[in-house]
Antibody, heavy 114, light 109 residues
Framework: QVQLVESGGGLVKPGGSLRLSCTASGFTFSDHPMSWMRQAPGKGLEWLSHISSSGSTISYADSVKGRFTISRDNAESSLYLQMNSLRAEDTAVYYC???????WGQGILVTVSS | EIVLTQSPGTLSLSPGERATLSCRASQSVNSNYLAWYQQKPGQAPRLLIYGAYRRATGIPDRFSGSGSGTDFTLTISRLEPEDFAMFYCQQYGPSPPYTFGQGTKLEIK
């Protein structure tokens, strides 16, 4: 069955960096555009970034533009989110998902704190 | 950027009642790209409706979506105990940025 598994989260200091990974299985990863979303503690969902199936088209929310970079490796069925210049307000559970929204990972917690 | 506003913020109903949740957009949304999600505490969101009215795989027919343009509605015809949760609408196309509404909490009265 379709499965998305995030990894790479954890505790990082303000100004630090972290790279999230999302490993896909159960479907042809290279056929699907993918997105990253996040949810701060007790808050709603926030869309962060989108990448087309080939990786040629990328978009970001204003809140992360210039600090976060999305990428993918279709040969490895993997999606990535490089997060730089992290701030306390980036603390959240991060989700990867197929663009259609029908499959989400379980989420990974990123905590930005000194 | 399209801003989605959901109402009410909280809806208190009893099992067996009908729930009507609203999602209003700041500008017209392509109906092919309007989705509704249900989220329970500690879980990832679950897709209920896509394309404004199409039920996702495995979603019971008591869930229905409607609307077009700037006004969309999620209706749960007869609430079951497992339906109480947070609900989010999202517009996801045809091109980014994709945005979510702030959510409606459906709680047991």
């Amino acid at each position: 069955q379709v499965q998305l598994v995030e990894s790479g989260g954890g505790l990082v200091k303000p100004g630090g960096s972290l790279r999230l990974s999302c490993t896909a299985s159960g479907f042809t990863f290279s056929d699907h555009p993918m997105s990253w979303m996040r949810q701060a503690p007790g808050k709603g969902l926030e869309w962060l970034s989108h990448i087309s199936s080939s990786g040629s088209t990328i978009s970001y929310a204003d809140s992360v533009k210039g600090r976060f970079t999305i990428s993918r490796d279709n040969a490895e069925s993997s999606l990535y989110l490089q997060m730089n210049s992290l701030r306390a307000e980036d603390t959240a559970v991060y989700y990867c998902a197929r663009r259609e929204g029908d499959s989400w990972g379980q989420g990974i917690l990123v905590t930005v704190s000194s | 950027e399209i801003v989605l506003t959901q109402s009410p913020g909280t809806l208190s109903l009893s099992p067996g009642e009908r729930a009507t949740l609203s999602c209003r957009a700041s500008q017209s949304v392509n109906s092919n790209y309007l989705a509704w999600y249900q989220q329970k505490p500690g879980q990832a969101p679950r897709l209920l409706i896509y394309g404004a009215y199409r039920r996702a795989t495995g979603i019971p027919d008591r869930f229905s979506g409607s609307g077009s343009g700037t006004d969309f509605t999620l209706t749960i015809s007869r609430l079951e105990p497992e339906d109480f949760a947070m609900f989010y609408c999202q517009q996801y196309g045809p091109s980014p940025p994709y945005t979510f509404g702030q959510g409606t909490k459906l709680e047991i009265k």
